[in-house]
């Protein structure tokens, strides 16, 4: 239900961390309540402005002239609130805002003592519950700030915050986020008293001796908040396993408590406090779900969890904590049931407290992790970590139809939480000439709001919205059964991530170039290209960020090209432009420079670059030959081949090499001498195989003869003698270099060159098991030659890719249907046809356009394939349906307009 009262909505906002949004205006409102909000504000706009958003000075730190001249100057605004007032304005909420207030701004201008007198003075008072939770919340929040404050005032005085995290009890609510936030800045004053007065690193065994030692709910927060920080040297190395193991008799112990028959009429037992205080505490350590099961051991969390549920009476925090636990333990079909659930609870408790939440933030965390998790794109399509669907009793259908009701309420939660927090998503000051797509990062949306990077609001409702968004991308792909749905998805993907962005814009690198990547898709070639050089900026060992501008600015390249422009229109993004237009090449050069020297400083440091960071790179280095391809002929990029496989050398031969295969792949030798195949080959990176590649002709492809280019040896057979190895990571370089040799097949299928083709398949076929893609190419190859063969092969990968592994393979299956598009309307000879009789070649195609039909419908892999439209009017304008034969020809032409040197699917990273 929401609140009616302006005060209790005000207190609301300020619980959430932030501020109504009419702030600005308080300063002449009658109401003195706002006229203090007003004065918070001003403190937390001189924070960020003159204090890097501390919290409040340090006494070591010296004010400069403007910033005590602001501060004076709010006194003086404080000062005129209270004279203006009269007693009966000033109740007690208002009185112990107005002193935190008053001893906030002191302790900025440096006067301690003064800040100490009016701070001390509503320290031991009492404030008699009042009967609203919003305003016992708020109060909550300025006793704990209070707090904090006067701690920082002297330094004997530091036994408050001591004191108050002797007298905690359980962790606050994750919707009481100033709160939270102040309870922070209490801890990390703490740990850093500790480690000053330490005379040796921190151990978990010298927190039992503090004064807090007592209090197992202080204790684990305060140790979860030193783990924040473990990187430090003043933290002993064995601080982890011991608070590790500290936490597992805790649980062991009370898992073997008896279980009595929960009442429902009773309050929450001291037990759940505890469980409360332990889960929340430490997951708050870090995102990575993988450390935080190394101190909370999975299946003693779920035998405790499991024994909490039958003490407890429909405890939603149980199920909270029990469906975050069954995820990592890989157990979805339970934690499936496990949160229909939790959202009968929530319903429950909306329906007793007339519609509001008791702490929607960890409602909207619950649902982003379960919405996240059981996302088909994340829980049905194997990959490498867990080759087959995390979900054993259950279908996609069911799945998707129970997200889609959960997404729309989720979206309706953050909806709320960010009216209760005062934010806005639109703006009607928004300049006309920035562009709408990245209008968050030159525009401020929400003034009134200090939401920092670390800020719990801002993570919940940042990954609120990219869930929903995430999921949406994944009904474009594979649940739209039309064209207008998919659009309909595609606008709703680019709205959901914009709106996380714009609440938390700098915090979290993968939102905003997955953010990016669907601009991409969605042909603002612009917008993505000057996102991924804000994204560069801070983080220029993002490489598939490098890649997907390249390509971005390649697809600019073109529109320039299609419009016969020589020199970029006088928008915002000319300076993209003109880099694209005139040194494309040399940027690719650039950005493959960053990448050796990312590489040579993490083998300087000893630090070992993950294997999807030498894919990403593995692929800049195909874009960069794709450019050249373009600029200066097939035949010139062929010379660059063989540095794509000396690249893949210099990435991962080390990581083959430590295993114990070397019978079944010695072409593996070293760098000096290594082969790439079995056979001499086009690809030897050899000094040999580089001069004869050098002595190739660089004139142009149609003025050289086929003989002059050098071709690969016959194949010879290969024995495999070895024991193929089972680690996931020598698999995915197995599979890597599969992909390297087909990429190889499909420049000299270009070159009609199909015996040197053929041998890049075999060594493709010999690198890796034979698979899908290696059968499409096959077919790809024999289309003209062999076309009953080929026919088999592409019927072949079609029936691979209804199997539960491949079946969300689109860009295979894309490459199969254009192999037989290209079987069928391209190499199909009337004399010697597939096809018996007329009829039965009128039933094939009829079938084709069925099959290309329901592929168009999936964003981004077919709606935005400029062959599969081709093909597609082509087919129409032989069955003579002219309107669709000229929207399909005219998304042909739109599509090539814009088309980049590679699709942008390959800056998607492994998909396997």
């Not at 340090?58 to 203006?84: F, I, M, P, W, Y």
């Not at 469906?323 to 319903?347: G, H, R």
């Not at 042909?523 to 900026?537: H, M, P, T, V």
């Not at 010697?832 to 290309?852: E, Q, T, W």
């Amino acid at each position: 239900m929401p609140i009616e009262d302006p005060s209790l909505q005000n207190m609301a906002t300020l619980c959430m961390g932030s501020f109504p949004r009419g702030v600005a205006s308080f300063e002449t409102s009658p109401d003195v309540f706002c006229q203090l909000i007003f004065v918070d504000y001003q403190i937390h706009f001189l924070l960020q402005k003159h204090f890097q958003g501390e919290l409040y000075a340090h006494q070591t730190v010296k004010l400069g002239a403007e910033a005590r001249d602001d501060v004076d100057e709010l006194k003086k605004v404080l000062e005129s609130v209270v004279n203006s007032s009269s007693g009966a304005d000033f109740g007690a909420t208002e009185a112990l805002y107005q002193a935190v207030l008053q001893g906030h701004l002191r302790l900025l201008e440096g006067d301690v003592n003064g800040a100490y007198t009016v701070l001390e003075k509503h320290l031991r008072g009492r404030i008699a519950k009042s009967s609203s939770a919003t305003e016992d919340s708020f109060l909550e929040y300025l006793k704990i700030r209070l707090c904090c404050l006067i701690g920082a005032t002297l330094a004997e005085l530091f036994t408050h915050w001591i004191m108050y995290l002797a007298e905690m009890r359980t962790v606050l609510p994750k919707s009481e986020v100033a709160a939270r936030i102040w309870t922070r800045a209490i801890l990390e004053n703490v740990f850093r008293t500790f480690l000053a007065q330490a005379p040796r690193p921190l151990k978990f065994l010298d927190l039992h001796t503090q004064r807090f030692g007592g209090n197992v709910c202080a204790v684990v927060l305060f140790a979860s908040f030193c783990l924040q920080s473990r990187g430090t040297s003043q933290l002993h190395p064995a601080f982890a396993a011991e608070f590790s193991q500290y936490l597992t008799g805790l649980l062991e112990e009370a898992t073997k408590a008896k279980a009595d028959f929960p009442n429902a009429t009773q309050l929450r037992a001291p037990e759940l406090l505890l469980m409360d205080a332990i889960f929340s505490s430490v997951s708050d350590i870090t995102s990575s779900r993988e450390y935080i099961t190394s101190i909370l051991k999975r299946k003693v969390s779920k035998r405790y969890l499991v024994h909490m549920a039958e003490r407890s009476f429909q405890d939603h925090k149980v199920l909270m904590f029990l469906i975050q636990t069954l995820i990592d333990m890989k157990e979805y079909d339970e934690a499936f049931a496990a949160f229909a659930t939790y959202v009968e609870y929530i319903q429950q408790q909306q329906t007793r407290n007339k519609g509001s939440l008791d702490d929607i933030l960890a409602v909207i965390d619950v649902y982003t992790t379960c919405i996240t998790a059981f996302n088909p794109a994340n829980s049905f399509i194997p990959d490498a970590k867990l080759p087959s669907p995390r979900f054993k009793y259950r279908c996609t259908d069911e799945v998707v139809l129970r997200l889609k009701k959960e997404s729309e309420c989720l979206v309706q939660y953050l909806e709320r939480a960010s009216t209760i927090a005062g934010l806005l998503y639109v703006s009607s000051q928004l300049d006309e000439s920035i562009d709408r797509n990245l209008a968050f990062l030159y525009f401020r949306f929400n003034p009134n709001s200090f939401i920092g990077d670390k800020s719990p609001l801002a993570k919940s409702l940042c990954n609120g919205w990219y869930a929903v968004g995430q999921f949406h991308s994944y009904l474009s792909t594979y649940e739209t059964n039309s064209i207008a749905d998919m659009k309909t998805n595609n606008e709703k993907i680019l709205e959901l991530f914009k709106k996380g962005l714009i609440v938390n814009c700098r915090r979290n690198v993968t939102h905003l170039f997955e953010y990016a990547l669907k601009l991409a898709y969605s042909q603002k070639l612009q917008s993505a290209a000057r996102l991924c050089k804000f994204i560069l900026k801070g983080h220029p060992e993002l490489f598939k960020t490098w890649n997907l501008l390249i390509l971005a600015l390649s697809g600019l390249e073109t529109k320039d090209r299609s419009n016969d422009e020589t020199a970029p229109s006088d928008d915002i993004l000319s300076d993209v432009q003109s880099v694209s237009q005139s040194n494309l090449e040399k940027f690719s050069d650039d950005a493959l420079n960053v990448a050796s020297l990312y590489i040579t400083k993490n083998q300087e440091n000893g630090i070992a670059t993950p294997i999807e960071t030498c894919y990403d790179i593995l692929q800049l280095k195909m874009t960069q030959l794709a450019i050249l391809e373009r600029n200066r002929g097939i035949e010139h990029m062929l010379h660059h081949v063989s540095e794509v496989f000396v690249l893949y050398k210099e990435l991962f031969l080390d990581l083959t090499l430590s295993h114990e295969a070397d019978n079944m792949h010695s072409k593996f030798e070293s760098r000096s001498v290594g082969v790439w195949s079995h056979r001499p080959s086009v690809i030897d990176p050899s000094e040999r195989a580089q001069a004869l590649q050098r002595t190739m002709s660089l004139r142009k492809l149609n003025m050289v003869p086929k003989d002059s280019l050098k071709k690969p040896a016959k194949i010879e057979e290969v024995q495999n003698e070895g024991k193929e190895p089972k680690d996931k990571h020598y698999e995915k370089e197995l599979r890597i270099l599969q992909q390297l040799w087909l990429w190889t097949a499909s420049i000299y299928l270009k070159l009609d060159l199909p015996e040197e083709a053929e041998q890049c398949i075999v060594e493709a076929e010999t690198a890796d098991k034979p698979n899908v893609l290696t059968f499409t190419y096959l077919g790809l190859l024999t289309s003209r030659s062999r076309k009953f063969l080929a026919l088999q092969e592409f019927e072949r990968s079609l029936e691979v890719y209804h199997l539960p592994e491949e079946q969300y393979n689109k860009v295979g299956y894309a490459l199969t249907l254009l192999g037989l598009c290209k079987l069928f309307i391209v190499d199909d000879d009337k004399s010697n046809s597939l096809f018996i009789s007329s009829k039965d070649h009128n039933a094939g195609l009829v079938r084709l356009k069925n099959y290309l039909e329901e592929f168009s419908h999936c964003w981004p892999y077919g709606y935005n394939n400029s062959e599969l439209w081709y093909y597609l009017s082509g087919l129409y304008q032989k069955f003579d349906d002219k309107i669709l034969y000229k929207d399909a020809l005219w998304r042909c032409v739109e599509l090539e307009d814009w088309r980049p040197v590679r699709s942008f699917d390959v800056c998607e990273g492994l998909r396997f």
